[in-house]
């Protein structure tokens, strides 16, 4: 069951707590940034996103979780799976937490703007490693 629908209805009241001059829910970080107006909006939106893109990193790595301790008594995973995918989620948000950090630590105003972009683009990512999609690899 793909829980993407989800992650735009919880967007949809993003945007209903947004002003009216917002046409449609912010989908992505680029939609925060083209549909609202000072940095303070911008960020607003971010957080909400964030929000969002947190519970669903949340919903992901349980259903992970459980399909895994599923493997483990149907045995086509060993005992060491879930212990595995518990350590490699808390290694993610550490990860998460400084890389972003650092992409939000230069001056300016937009700082913290970016910081959440970062943490909500890495959250997306992870949600599809969580569901097992294929990977997106750049040639750049």
């Known amino acids: 069951m793909k829980q993407l629908p989800v992650f735009y209805a919880l967007a949809l009241s993003i945007v209903l707590a947004m002003p009216a001059a917002a046409a449609r829910a912010p989908e992505t970080t680029q939609d ?3 549909i609202t107006g000072s940095n303070v909006d911008i960020g607003r939106c971010l957080g909400d996103l ?9 919903r992901a790595f349980q259903h992970a979780m459980r399909e895994a301790e ?6 086509s995973m060993t005992k060491e799976g879930p212990k595995r995918l518990k350590d490699s989620q808390k290694e993610w948000r550490e990860f998460r937490e400084h ?4 992409i939000g630590a230069h001056p300016g105003s ?3 703007n970016d ?3 970062c943490m909500i683009e ?3 990512a992870r949600i599809r490693v969580l569901r097992g999609e294929p ?3 750049s040639s750049d």
Do not use: I, T
């Open 32 to 34: 925060c940034f083209e």
């Open 115 to 117: 910081l959440r972009a």
């Open 110 to 112: 937009g700082a913290g």
């Open 99 to 102: 890389h972003c950090g650092w």
């Open 135 to 137: 990977m997106e690899v």
């Open 122 to 124: 890495m959250a997306q």
């Open 50 to 58: 964030l929000a969002v893109s947190d519970a669903l990193v949340e």
């Open 70 to 75: 599923e493997a483990v008594r149907d045995a």
